[in-house]
């Protein structure tokens, strides 16, 4: 199965928006369901801001099965250290049901950091819950460590992560990729599309 990566541009910005939702609403349910703010200042936020990037995985159909985002960090916690470099959050990271535990999400999330390496972000935060399964073990095997957390919400503790930025490994993917297999298989296909990533 081919699995293409592309960096959002405006003509996807809608059918983003309806796909964060959708997985939002899974792993979230009973929240507000209005469009929140930085879906409804997509462009802005993701496309248009130095310190944004938002990166979707398409199936061969050219449904989106996953997706990820940077943007410009908020300093709304004032107990975390994030020292002096550039920080970026990082946002909205779904992969469809059906694609989880092949190594999507870790191939996304390096595209990511590549991309903000070669930006010039210095750091990345991110929180998360641990009512999310797997969540917390996923980004510390993304090199992430714990700062702190806050046993506050709604949806139970708030965990704050953060990592410095490293260039990736050269993403010449062809990465084998089978939905739900766990293991790559020689001989796959989970292609990279660079020019949808770097020109848009
Ligand atoms: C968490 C999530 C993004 C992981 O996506 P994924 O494509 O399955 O992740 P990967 O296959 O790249 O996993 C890499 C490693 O992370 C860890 N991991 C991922 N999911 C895990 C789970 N459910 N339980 C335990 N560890 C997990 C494992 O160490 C895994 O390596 P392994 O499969 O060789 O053991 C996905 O389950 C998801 O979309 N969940 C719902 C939304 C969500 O929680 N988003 C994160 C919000 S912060």
Redesign the pocket.
Known sequence: MVIIIRRATRSQIPEIVNYVMASRAK?FPGQDQAVIPDLARFQETYIEHPDGCFLTAHGEDGQIV?AIGYLAYDPRFPQLDLGHERVVEVVR???NPS?????????LFAELMRHAHEAGIGRLY?H?HPH????I???E?QGFAILDVQETTRWGSVVHMSRLSSPSPSASLAVDFVPNA?IPKPNGSFAVNHQQIKGF
């Open positions: 792993i996953a990271l779904y992969v694609w989880r535990r092949a190594g999507l999400a870790s191939r991110l998360t999310l399964p797997g969540a073990r996923f980004w095997r766990g």
